[in-house]
Nanobody
Framework: QVQLVESGGGLVQAGGSLRLSCVAS????????MGWYRQAPGKERELVAA???????NSADSVKGRFTISRDNAKDTVYLQMNSLRPEDTGVYYC??????????????WGQGTQVTVSS
């Protein structure tokens, strides 16, 4: 079994900051790309930012210059630093990891999600 556990969500005023964390645990051999997705009410889940094991990143145009993704490979942890938050950033934020488990299977694992609410 593989688990991803997110933390750091909450309620913040527009212009504020939050830092999300996601820790992967379980029968993991290697983690490739880790990423953050979000889903606003009535909308589809969308990619916010992703980072490869080597540190290469990509992010949605809507968050460029405001959000920064990073990871600690030794801790199997990915972070999302969110600054200058806007009401449109509100949603449930999900952590995702593309990994190889101890059975040598390639799987895509998801966390349970953490709510981020930005008030105007």
């Amino acid at each position: 079994q593989v688990q991803l556990v997110e933390s750091g969500g909450g309620l913040v005023q527009a212009g504020g900051s939050l830092r999300l964390s996601c820790v992967a645990s379980g029968r993991i051999l290697s983690i490739n790309t880790m990423g953050w997705y979000r889903q606003a009410p009535g909308k589809e889940r969308e990619l916010v930012a992703a980072i490869t094991k080597g540190g290469r990143t990509n992010s949605a145009d809507s968050v460029k210059g405001r959000f920064t993704i990073s990871r600690d490979n030794a801790k199997d942890t990915v972070y999302l630093q969110m600054n200058s938050l806007r009401p449109e950033d509100t949603g449930v934020y999900y952590c995702n990891a593309d990994l190889i488990n101890s059975d040598l299977k390639v799987i895509s694992s998801w966390g349970q999600g953490t709510q981020v609410t930005v008030s105007s």
